[in-house]
């Protein structure tokens, strides 16, 4: 069968809003059997097949062609996809899901506030400590990229895919980039975000693989999902 | 891409492209050792530790890296300028020279044609007394390996810019921070007009120099949050301290970043870059050691045949490139054919020995003998 594979987020807030989303727009997602399986179905719109995935492994099924279309998140797609304006197409920003990747430092930082001051830091940090002052991410890609623009030197950047926050307290970095959404987590480990605009301002999108094999009918079903959210066809 | 395809050569592998490419590596390597170079070859795969401290955490972008438990990160060599050098220093000897061929790996942009592989012929010459003599036999000596390529040379010259900032009436912070980012001319242009500008103090700052000023700066610091990581209350104070002393600094006389501009700016053949850069340094006399330099060089250059004071001179030419280049810069580049990268190219960079632990003077050239054979060049 040559239906169009639209993959959404397998569980949670993020998927409960995708299926509104949809519902709103004349589109049904819905979930079958017992609702702990991975499986659905979609009323609205004829071939097509609903695909539940992490929104974590959504990009790399988009870059892959293995699915047609998918929702995750902006900040997903640009790091797990290079160039990946070549790759996906965004169809339609959602409206939820928002989350802007910052930098943040220690609150008692008093004298740097912006992407300037950090790159002065880090070059003071590196003459003291005798290495490059440590940013905690797991954003390697997007961040490295910004702190390139920016023309920022005498850092590096560790690995850090949870807790972010707190390795600054660990030790284990100076500085952290990573998603926030109210920035609570961020003051309770007495951070506070650089004075610039976000590294990122991210949400959930739909998007459309660009490597996918467009048959016949997914290219119809496309269509008809396109003009149910008012989106145009690109 | 094929399997005999390679950087720019179709059929570079195998039989008869391969013999070709090997016969060419082999004349440019003769003319190397012809003057008096040692052949080296360091090792493909070099610690990552050192390279990404000497190029910064952007390198990661451009080359590829590889983990092995016991040694630690390691690079695929993206360049042989510094296991070169790292070579001759711990070699002891105060002058050495030397030729080498082989691989460099970097990796590119997606959907970039450029090749992730390819061959790179080079000559590095450290210790010479004379700047002026060594950088023009370095250049004369790539430029009579391209003799009969359809190539155009560039030259420039890092010094003076060098000298130019060192000239700036400011204070030494101010000085050493655009010194910093020479190699990054976005950010150096954006300190520059912040320090041409008259000050804009957010509150935050205001609140903090005046809390240094009154001597209440470590109750300022535990009003913002307690002291959390490595960077220290001290080294908050010190940046303070720096923070106070600029926040006094008077900004850097407009006429004197246009005289810099202006220097920055020339373009010509050498001769008339020389009257130019002449005429700004009458307002600016710091950079007239390093005109004569440049002046010393052509005539150098003259010596080896090539009219020296015709050469292409850009001012700001070497500014973006991966090397810490900080003195004479050239290329040669292929001007029809713009899928080619320059064909060959090379400068001096002292600072670079410098921030491996022992500064020589250091200058040296490689040429891209795939680019060069694909050129239709000298065979």
């Known amino acids: ?234 | 891409m094929q399997a005999n395809a390679r950087a720019y050569l179709e059929g570079g592998r195998t039989g008869a492209g391969l013999a070709a490419l090997r016969a060419e590596v082999g004349r440019l390597m003769a003319g190397f050792t012809a003057n008096a170079a040692v052949t080296v070859e360091p090792a493909a795969l070099l610690s990552a530790d050192i390279l990404i401290d000497l190029y910064g955490e952007d390198l990661r972008a451009r080359a590829y890296t590889t983990h092995d438990p016991v040694l630690g990160e390691q690079m695929l060599r993206p360049d042989f300028t510094v296991p070169v050098a790292q070579m001759h220093l711990e070699s002891g000897t105060a002058q050495g020279r030397y030729a080498y061929a082989g691989s460099v790996w970097r990796r590119q942009e997606p959907g970039s044609a450029r090749p992730v592989e390819y061959l790179q012929c080079g000559f590095e010459a450290f210790g010479d007394a004379n700047t002026a003599q060594a950088d023009a036999e370095v250049f004369a000596m790539i430029a009579e390996a391209l003799r009969n390529a359809p190539v155009a040379p560039v030259t420039g010259d890092m010094g003076i810019i060098l000298a130019g900032v060192s000239a700036l009436e400011t204070t030494p912070p101010r000085k050493a921070a655009l010194m910093r980012h020479l190699w990054r001319p976005d950010r150096f242009t954006r300190l520059l007009e912040r320090y041409a500008a008259p000050l804009s103090q957010s509150e935050n700052r205001s609140a903090l120099l005046s809390a240094l000023r009154g001597g209440r700066l470590e109750d300022y610091l535990s009003t913002q949050g307690p002291a959390i990581g490595l960077r220290s209350v001290s080294e908050i104070q010190k940046r303070a301290e720096i923070l106070l002393e600029d926040a006094e600094t008077p900004p850097i006389p407009p006429a004197q970043v246009a005289l810099l501009e202006r220097a920055l700016a020339v373009n010509a053949p050498m001769k008339d870059a020389i009257k130019s850069l002449r005429r700004i340094a009458a307002e600016m006399p710091a950079i007239t050691p390093a005109i004569d330099l440049i002046e010393a060089r052509a005539e150098a250059i003259s010596a080896f045949g090539i009219d020296g004071f015709q050469l292409p001179f850009e001012a700001s030419y070497g500014r973006t490139s991966l090397e810490y280049y900080d003195g004479f810069v050239f290329g040669f580049t292929a001007e029809a054919r713009a899928d080619l990268p320059q064909i060959a190219q090379g400068g001096r960079y002292g600072a670079l020995t410098r921030a491996l632990g022992r500064e020589t003077p250091a200058v040296g050239g490689i040429i891209r003998p795939e680019a060069l054979l694909a050129l239709g060049g000298p065979q």
């Open chain 1, 1 to 234: 069968m040559s239906s169009l594979k639209l993959a959404v987020p397998s569980k949670g807030r993020l998927q409960e809003q995708t299926f509104e989303w949809f519902s709103t727009r004349g589109i049904t997602l819905e979930r079958t059997g017992s609702g702990r399986e991975y499986a659905g179905q979609v009323r609205g719109v004829s071939n097509v097949e609903l695909v539940l995935l992490s929104a974590g492994e959504i990009p790399r099924e988009l870059a892959a062609g293995r699915i047609h279309m998918g929702v995750t998140g902006q900040d997903l797609v640009a790091e797990k996809i290079p160039a990946w304006e070549t790759q996906v197409a965004q169809i339609a920003e959602m409206g939820f899901g928002h989350a802007d990747l910052i930098l943040a430092v220690p609150s008692f930082w008093a004298d740097v506030e912006s992407i300037d001051d950090l790159d002065a830091a880090a070059a003071a940090f590196r003459k003291a400590h005798g290495m490059r002052l440590r940013i905690a991410t797991k954003y390697h890609n997007i961040v490295r990229e910004y702190l390139r623009r920016e023309g920022v030197a005498d850092y590096q950047l560790v690995d850090s895919q949870g807790a972010t926050e707190g390795t600054i307290k660990n030790l284990t970095a100076e500085a952290v980039a990573d998603i926030t959404s109210t920035g609570d987590t961020l003051r309770a480990n007495h951070l506070k975000i650089l004075k610039s605009p976000p590294v990122l301002a991210s949400q959930a999108t739909l998007f459309s693989s660009k490597l996918a094999n467009w048959a016949p009918e997914a290219i119809t079903a496309r269509a008809e999902i396109l003009s149910c959210i008012g989106a145009k066809n690109g």
